[in-house]
T-cell receptor
């Protein structure tokens, strides 16, 4: 157990629907990162939150949004789902920027989303 | 835009063989390069390399970074079936955001 908890583990939904993926970071970590891993794209950075605020944005579609709550858990919302959104969605957390070893980067087990 | 290219895409070897995985990168304000092993679930951390020419070792795995030529290699000696996985290379650039830019990975299959 890495300490980063993602739910649900698997999700199957129809096109056009909306889903919410949840991530609880490792205890003490303030940063949460979301990544998407699809077969043809590899691991792509989506968005980062630090202590409740958006810190950086990557290749995140406008149909996707995220937030980090006061208890530091984060949710990734995916709407108007398309077949191409089927992927493994990982959450990672890290300690403050002062950490040096591995940047304190720890990945959760991921949520596998299948859009049918 | 930061870019990471890994080669080969896929590799099949027999137990006991030695393999070398390659990672080249183009990064603005390079800070560090990380190697991960991914077996169906979350990527697990192997090495972080920041300084050029210094080898990191962990058992049968070792890695080195060449900041002049902008590449890194991951060596696995005396491979075992348990080494079968996707090996991911990622880079991180200086700055406060610290997101990782990943390569597409090398799928390693070790046959008994």
């Amino acid at each position: 157990d890495s300490g980063v908890t993602q739910t649900p583990k698997h999700l199957i939904t129809a096109t056009g629907q909306r889903v919410t993926l949840r991530c609880s970071p490792r205890s003490g970590d303030l940063s949460v990162y979301w990544y998407q891993q699809s077969l043809d794209q590899g691991l792509q950075f989506l968005i980062q939150y630090y202590n409740g605020e958006e810190r950086a944005k990557g290749n995140i579609l406008e149909r996707f949004s995220a937030q980090q709550f006061p208890d530091l858990h984060s949710e990734l919302n995916l709407s108007s789902l398309e077949l191409g959104d089927s992927a493994l969605y990982f959450c990672a957390s890290s300690v403050s920027p002062s950490a040096t070893l591995n940047y304190g980067y720890t990945f959760g087990s991921g949520t596998r989303l299948t859009v049918v | 835009e930061d870019k990471v290219v890994q080669s080969p895409l896929s590799l099949v070897v027999h137990e006991g063989d030695t393999v070398t995985l390659n990672c080249s990168y183009e990064v603005t304000n390079f800070r560090s390069l990380l190697w991960y092993k991914q077996e169906k679930k979350a990527p697990t951390f192997l090495f972080m390399l920041t300084s050029s020419g210094i080898e990191k070792k962990s058992g049968r795995l070792s890695s080195i970074l060449d900041k002049k030529e902008l590449f890194s290699i991951l060596n696995i000696t005396a491979t075992q079936t348990g080494d079968s996985a996707v090996y991911l290379c990622a880079v991180i650039s200086s700055g406060s955001t610290r997101q990782l830019t990943f390569g597409s990975g090398t799928q390693l299959t070790v046959l008994p």
